[in-house]
């Protein structure tokens, strides 16, 4: 069946129902579209607009009044002076809408503003066209350079409908509270997407500490669903926190330990789910990881041959992507993860997964977090891992004592440096620019 040429901006399909909530109160959908007819009145000119609004709600209104005005958003990968530059130099003449500091001076900004309480949206929800190109995500840079990726309207509104039948979600029964940016494609698709197609609220805020995630979650009513990433799952669990009521925790950007997951499901009383995806195919596929370590692909998606390797085709995913990860094929709507591509080393003949090393070392007890890295090896080196671990009750001597009683010694870290933390994006990843500059400062 061929999917419609102009698709509706959000999936309420009345005025008076809540989009968000704020304070315990509800933002209604006659509000939103109201400031989102303001915001796409005052955007910068250009064809493009860089949208680094922290606030979900805020993100939320001026992406869609980018689509209205028929413009495309930028998502850069973080706030960092380095990834603007290179976003706005991309794009000479966009402008930039935030709600915080963070923008070069030089750049055409537009704070977010203050639209009046008087003001007035359409009486119905505006329609975009499908083929319109409304975001470009970059890939988080956890391997290389971040990388843009363009997403239409009509296979991102088809990823979120896919998403919402593959977490059993339904209809208006989604309360969302996302501890990921919304700039990542993980937050797009779902704390953004998935709530304006399937009619439900979002909670504007990204809280971190567990403390706060529990604070946010107590304003949504249920059902709620708490969209996450395995390191504010394991800081929820470790930190004790009574979390109100989840009909869902959904986690994503890094496997999830199946014994983690158990637990949360334990603690929360809550189905925990995964989401597989990547910016370039946004999301691919999704597990109950307590129930199996199978994936099973979205609506419409397969998983075909593709040199020595896979790729993905069909439903929401454009084209024809091919997997970065070692993927076994069970059928062309299952596989297993068996690693990244990229994670494998090989030392003296031996290979390693780097996603491995990483969860063994996680499993030591008094490891709080730590991450292998691979430094680059100058032509005729041989390779060496070294890691960075946050380990403050722990010697060195104790954590590498634990390693040998778990992997092969050809993999342990040489060196293995303690630090206070790990310089982790608002995802949870480590993008390879941060550990470099660890790696300089261990080796200088």
């Not at 309420?12 to 006659?30: K, L, M, Y």
């Not at 890939?139 to 039948?165: D, F, H, I, Y």
Request: proline content about 9%; hydrophobic content about 45%.
């Amino acid at each position: 069946m061929a999917r419609p040429s102009r698709l509706a901006l959000v999936g309420h399909t009345e005025p008076t129902q809540p989009i968000s909530w704020r304070n315990g109160a509800p933002v209604r959908v006659a509000r939103f579209l109201a400031e989102v007819e303001h915001v796409a009145g005052v955007l910068p000119a250009g064809s493009h607009v860089v949208n680094l609004c922290e606030d979900r709600y805020r993100f939320m209104v001026t992406f869609a009044a980018a689509l209205v005005a028929g413009k495309t958003s930028l998502l850069p990968p973080n706030r960092t002076e380095r990834a603007l530059a290179q976003v706005l130099a991309a794009h000479p003449g966009c402008g930039v809408v935030a709600d915080a500091p963070a923008p070069p001076p030089d750049a055409q900004l537009l704070a977010y503003p203050e639209v009046p309480v008087t003001a007035r949206g359409p009486r119905h929800a505006p329609v975009v066209d499908a083929d319109h190109p409304a975001a470009i995500v970059f890939t988080s840079g956890s391997t290389g350079e971040p990388q843009p990726n363009l997403k239409r309207w009509g296979n991102l509104v088809a990823g979120a409908r896919a998403e919402g039948a593959a977490l059993a979600l339904s209809r208006g029964a989604v309360n969302l509270l996302g501890t990921v940016p919304p700039q990542h494609m993980y937050g797009l698709e779902s704390t953004v997407l998935l709530p304006l197609m399937l009619g439900g609220t979002v909670h504007p805020a990204r809280p971190l500490l567990a403390a706060d995630v529990q604070a946010a979650l107590a304003e949504l009513p249920a059902p709620r669903v708490l969209v996450t990433t395995p390191i504010h799952v394991r800081a929820c669990i470790e930190g004790g926190t009574a979390l109100p009521e989840l009909a869902l925790l959904l986690s994503a950007a890094a496997p999830l330990a199946p014994e983690l997951a158990a637990a949360a499901e334990r603690r929360f009383c809550a189905r925990v789910m995964e989401i597989y995806g990547c910016s370039e195919a946004g999301m691919i596929a999704t597990r109950r990881t307590v129930a199996s370590a199978a994936w099973r692909t979205m609506a419409g998606i397969r998983l075909v041959p593709a040199g020595d390797g896979w790729a993905f085709i069909g439903g929401h995913v454009h084209g024809c992507v091919r997997a970065t990860d070692v993927l076994r094929r069970r059928s062309d709507v299952e596989f297993l993860l068996e690693g990244r591509s990229r994670d494998l080393v090989n030392i003296a003949g031996k290979r390693a997964s780097l996603g491995d090393l990483n969860h063994k070392l996680a499993e030591i007890p008094g490891v709080l977090d730590g991450v292998f890295h691979v430094p680059d090896a100058p032509d005729g080196h041989v390779v060496r891992v070294m890691a960075f671990v946050v380990a403050p009750d722990l010697t060195e001597g104790e954590i590498l004592e634990a390693l040998r009683r778990a992997i092969d010694p050809a993999f342990l870290p040489r060196p293995l440096v303690k630090v206070a933390q790990l310089p982790r994006a608002a995802t949870g990843k480590l993008p390879l620019e941060a550990l470099r500059v660890l790696e300089a400062e261990a080796t200088r």
